[in-house]
């Protein structure tokens, strides 16, 4: 972090919330859509316009997409739980208060989980998860640059007031930047596997903030925090919790007391400056919504909620990587391909080989995947298809070469790999006798290689393996076709 | 509660309420004295009683998640003190708002 | 009787019959509201082409061959509610000017079932007061005094009703806006069990309290109405989901096996000689009428006042802070948001809305909440505990339901002197029970040409619609009172 090793001295602890928009067909209290970019103050109605006389009435879904969510975590989700009203005036707010979940959330605790790059495993402990709803959207004119900050006036759009908003609050668990990154990315892939929400951070559908203090390592009371603001991407959260970590080492170095405050990032300047010079002490003034019924769940209810816990990301990660030995980038990639997780389970059900399966799936599939812009799991390559092309593979019954090419004929056209072999015999050739002289015509044809090879040039044998798979047209088993070469070059 | 003091001009800060000195004076005597009828509460045995915050309790009364019309933007900028083209105008905010 | 002074079901008898069209109402009162509404103020808005598009439709659809139980009857609309197209105000400046873009479930299914929409009625501004002198937009006189209030904050529909400017009237109460001037002006005014009536389009005063009724001059009416509108509203999420009897065609002719609570806390003795005899003999009148008086006690109803108004301005603190100038209304400019909300607000606002939005904001904020909001909240579950354990001993409860017949304007300058007014009728409104008044009889007070009517209490468990619509109806029946006078307005104005 920094050159004099301060850095070690010490330990950074974040808290992180981060609002996600749910996806819904309509708002969290009226009909109107939720839909993202379209033409200003068309999806408003009296409702989300705050107009005199109207009456809220929640979404049953997005209750369910947040109990889904919290459930996916590990959350408690309480027997009765309600919605309050926050108090504050802001002009892209309707109502002039929001709908929200004071003391009673939707759901409560929870750990998320997520893998570091070192192959170490970390967790954050929920807090809560709560519903509430989204505000208008301001668009700053007068200062030049779009900012509030020097603006004139605001312009005020409010389709995106009222959309169903959970707010996510952890525990200051994440020690690290890279923690921060990870335990959003779980999160996001969990929200998206569960299809609660669409987390398009560019679209404004996840917004987070991170609370940063930094402590002598061993300490346990936590030192004064600051709250960043403005990270529209996962990776400026990285960068901005960074670069926030070594301002506050600097100042604590330098004597410097940390000021208790708000911070935007500034992704160009690649520094978090103040936004705040004084906390205003907030006076939300919350009481229950006379509006709105309390929610109750059964446990009976929760059951038709609660999905299978085996195919979350996390869940699944862990188990590629502990139970199937894959690389963590490997399992990730694997969850983060919509649909994907789902077809390399199937696969490996048949073939036992998750490795193998997996870079098939990972390699050839996905390559074909992006070029045809078919998803590997609406393509005509079946997960028995590509199982039985695997195991053909697995058992040195086909090259690599032949397996490629069949897997792109049958990602097009359908049909059974192992069939596809049998009749155009495709069948990987190992018998060594059955390769001697195409072995020998190949020495034949290139004595510089040979030359070359005797002389010291280890690569040359690569060239003549190659040689030979061609003049096999890749049915050759290449290890054998090597051995054979090793065996004949060694020979006077 | 027993203090029937009220901190008036606090309470219309927070309220969003401009006052004037008069209506300070005014306002704050006339809440004081209701503040002192209201104090009367403290003589009820409410320790070990359930708040209501709805008299008729309900639950889950909750809604489907269909599309209803949304109302046309003509009807929605017409009661606008201040629009410009699409938008609802503002005067200019101030950071400390939020 | 001319069409215009029939009750509400008879001239929907005589609509649906074609004996006359409502179209005819519709214009004879228009003419009649051209003449009187200046004098009286129950209106601040005449909306005479919904009236006229309103009764053109019931005509046709009487002509298809429909019947409908409010066709052609002049409705009231309190100007809290919004009717779609026409300017809806709360009696508020901050509201001066706005056109409501939808109508209100009450009001669309009062119109549904055939009623005129004549015009929207005066109220304390956003239904806070008890006498209609809290508007900002204009003065209601009593249709029996003109130098009285009507009472409040219903206080234009209930003299609509009474002036007979409208066959009915739909009003809100909060703390008792619908039955105080429904009293004051010797009318029926109900209010149902809290979530009976759809709150969708009404404009929020304290919502957990709100609760839209009918005005009329019979129970029957009243009932007619109360039908057309009660019943669950998907957009009303604390409208109740349980099934409504019919209240309108009453079974029962005299109040033999009905047990009447009379709450022993509110003492007669405390009101001037001549109202609590008012109020004896309307007890005597239930005895004769064959009911069975008992003692009730309602130990907490002393401490209604207060509780009430720490929870009616809470609510209304927050339901109230969507007035800022942004999206509709009025706004006052200043150099920044922050500056608008204040001067609009300021501006927008009258004395009695600002009161009542400081002391809720107070109430709610930190270091208060729990001695005052929470303290309330409590304090109502013990007055609902004290109505349910006396309903174990009667059927229904008959107390005041004001203290006083109309006052004369600017009688009650001090704001908690006002706040008296809601003494008898605040704790049913915080048990969420369905209570009406109904007329009981007359006093002259001392420089009082006329004789000013007084308004029997009758409060029913929760939901009992049905029983206390049919124990009002033998009440009135069994006492004519509404038949000994008529408001001077009706009988000296011609029209």
């Known amino acids: 972090m920094n050159a004099d090793g301060s850095a070690s001295k010490y330990e950074a602890v974040i808290g992180i919330e981060c609002h996600v928009e749910l996806r819904t067909a309509s708002k969290m209290f009226c009909g109107c859509r939720n839909v993202f970019g379209a033409e200003p103050n068309t999806n408003v109605c009296p409702v989300c316009l705050g107009m005199p006389g109207a009456l809220p009435v929640p979404n049953r879904r997005a209750i369910e997409h947040l109990v889904r969510a ?30 929200s979940q004071y003391d009673m959330p939707l759901a409560q605790g929870g750990v998320v989980s997520y893998f570091l790059a070192d192959g170490t495993k970390g967790m954050c402990r929920l807090t809560r998860i709560h519903l509430e709803e989204d505000t208008g959207k301001s668009t700053h ?73 930094i402590r002598l390592r061993g300490n346990t009371e936590l030192g004064t925090k600051t709250e960043i603001k403005n990270m529209n991407s996962f990776r400026s959260v990285g960068r901005a919790i960074e670069s926030e970590i070594a301002r506050q080492i600097a100042l604590l170095e330098a004597g410097t007391r940390i000021v208790q405050e708000t911070r935007g ?215 054998v076709v090597e051995g054979l070469l090793r065996e004949r070059l060694a020979a006077p | 509660m027993s203090s029937t003091n009220i901190d008036i001009r606090h309470v219309a800060k927070l309220a969003r309420l401009a006052l004037s000195d008069d209506e300070v004076a005014l306002y704050g005597a006339q809440l004081e004295n209701l503040l002192v009828h209201v104090a009367e509460l403290e ?44 938008y609802f105008r503002v005067p200019r905010i101030i950071a400390e708002e939020g | 009787m001319g069409p215009l002074d029939r009750s509400a079901a008879a001239l929907a008898r005589a609509v649906s019959a074609r004996e006359l069209t409502a179209s005819e109402v519709a214009e004879a009162m228009l003419t009649r509201v051209g003449e009187r ?19 053109r439709r019931v005509d046709e659809r009487i002509a298809a061959g429909e019947s409908l139980p409010l066709a052609g009857v002049p409705l009231a609309v309190k100007d809290n509610m919004c009717l779609a197209g026409t300017r809806t105000t709360a009696a508020s400046r901050i509201l001066e000017g706005w056109i409501a873009p939808y109508t209100a479930t009450a009001v669309q299914r009062c ?70 001037p429904a009293a004051f002006c010797g009318v029926v005014g109900f209010k149902p069990t809290y979530g009976r009536v759809s709150r969708y389009g009404l404009i929020a005063f304290a919502s957990s309290l709100d609760q839209i009724g009918p005005i009329a001059r019979t129970v029957e009416d ?59 003999a309307a007890y005597a009148d239930l005895a004769r009428l064959g009911a069975e008086l008992v003692d009730v006690s309602l130990p907490t109803a002393d401490y209604g006042l207060a509780t009430y108004y720490l929870i009616a301005p809470a609510e209304c603190s927050s339901n109230l802070a969507r007035f800022d100038g942004v999206r509709y209304g009025l706004r006052v400019e200043g150099d920044d948001v922050g500056a608008m909300y204040e001067a609009t607000r300021a501006a927008g ?119 206390l619509l049919s124990f009002a109806h033998v009440y009135e029946r069994g006492t004519m009172h509404a038949e000994r006078y008529a408001p001077p307005v009706l009988t000296e104005v011609p029209g």
Request: aromatic fraction near 8%; charged fraction near 20%.
């Open chain 1, 70 to 99: 919290g459930l996916a975590f590990g959350c408690a989700i309480p027997a009765f739980s309600k919605f309050d009203r926050k108090n504050y005036f802001y002009p892209d707010m309707p109502k002039d208060y929001q709908i």
């Open chain 3, 349 to 467: 606002f009258g004395p009695e809305v600002k009161r009542r939005i400081l002391i809720g904001t107070h109430a709610l904020s930190s270091g208060y909440y729990d001695a005052y909001y929470v303290r309330a909240q409590k304090a109502r579950t013990l007055i609902a505990n004290d109505f349910a354990r006396a309903f174990e001993r009667c059927d229904a409860i008959a107390s005041p339901a004001a203290a006083s017949p109309a006052f004369p304007f600017n009688a009650k300058s001090d704001p908690y002197s006002m706040y008296l007014m809601d003494y008898y009728t605040i704790p049913m409104s915080l048990a969420g029970l369905p209570a009406l008044s109904v007329p009981c009889g007359y006093v002259t007070p001392p420089g009082s040409a006329h004789p000013l009517p007084l308004g029997l209490a009758l409060t029913t468990p929760l939901f009992a619609e049905r029983s």
């Open chain 3, 37 to 55: 509404n200046p004098a009286l103020g129950a209106y601040l808005s005449v909306t005479a082409e919904h009236a006229r598009a309103a009764a």
């Open chain 3, 111 to 180: 119109l549904d079932a055939g009623a005129i929409p004549i015009g929207k009625a005066n109220l304390d501004e956003f239904a806070m007061g008890s006498s209609c002198e809290n508007s900002a937009l204009g003065i209601t006189r009593n249709p029996w005094d003109q130098t009285r209030v009507p009472g409040g904050s219903s206080g234009g529909s209930v003299a609509a009703v009474a002036g007979g400017l409208a066959t009915i009237g739909l009003g809100s109460d909060t703390g008792g806006s619908i039955r105080e």
């Open chain 1, 265 to 479: 990032w500034d992704e160009a300047g690649g520094v978090t400056h103040s936004m705040r010079s004084k906390e205003q002490a907030h006076d939300y003034r919350y009481f229950p919504d006379p509006d709105l019924a309390p929610i109750e769940f059964a446990p009976a209810a929760l059951g038709g909620l609660r999905g299978d816990s085996e195919v979350l990301p996390q869940r699944r990660i862990e188990r590629y990587v502990e139970a199937d030995g894959l690389s963590i980038v490997q399992a990730q990639q694997l969850v983060d391909a919509p649909g994907v997780a789902d077809y390399f389970d199937d696969v490996v059900a048949r073939t036992h080989k998750p490795q193998a399966s997996a870079n098939f799936v990972l390699g050839e599939c996905s390559r074909l995947a992006n070029e045809t812009q078919v998803p590997v799991a609406h393509s005509k390559l079946g997960a028995g298809a590509l199982a039985e092309l695997v195991t053909l593979v697995e058992a040195r019954a086909i090259t690599s070469k032949v397996a490629k090419s069949v897997l792109e004929r049958v990602w097009r056209d359908g049909g059974s790999p192992k069939a596809i072999v049998e009749s155009e015999g495709l069948g990987a050739v190992s018998d060594p006798n059955a390769l001697a002289t195409l072995v020998t015509d190949v020495l034949a044809a290139h004595a510089k290689s040979v030359d070359d090879y005797r002389a010291g040039k280890g690569a040359a044998l690569q060239f003549l393996v190659g040689q030979a798979m061609k003049a096999s047209r890749g049915k050759a088993d290449p290890s």
């Open chain 3, 222 to 280: 009243a009932a007619l109405v109360y039908d057309a509108m009660a019943g669950k509203d998907p957009a009303d999420a604390t409208s109740l989901d349980l099934a409504v009897e019919a209240t309108a065609g009453f079974d029962r002719d005299d109040l033999r096996g009905v047990r009447i609570g009379i709450v022993a806390e509110f003492d007669l003795a405390r009101l001037e000689d001549d109202v609590a005899a008012v109020y004896r």
């Open chain 1, 141 to 213: 004119g007068g200062s030049g640059d779009g900012r509030i900050a020097g603006s004139s006036y605001s312009l005020i759009d409010f389709n995106r007031a009222g959309v169903p908003l959970m707010e996510c609050v952890s525990e200051p668990d994440i020690r690290s930047a890279e923690e921060a990154v990870a335990y959003l990315e779980t999160l996001k892939r969990t929200f998206v596997a569960l299809g609660v929400s669409d987390v398009k951070m560019e679209e404004g559908s996840l917004r987070c903030d991170a609370n940063v203090s």
């Open chain 2, 43 to 86: 003589k009820l045995p409410t320790a070990d009683v359930v708040a209501t915050a709805q008299v008729i309790p309900s639950r889950n009364v909750e809604r489907d998640d269909v599309n209803t019309p949304s109302l046309p933007r003509a009807l929605v900028l017409a009661g606008a003190p201040q629009a410009e083209g699409v």
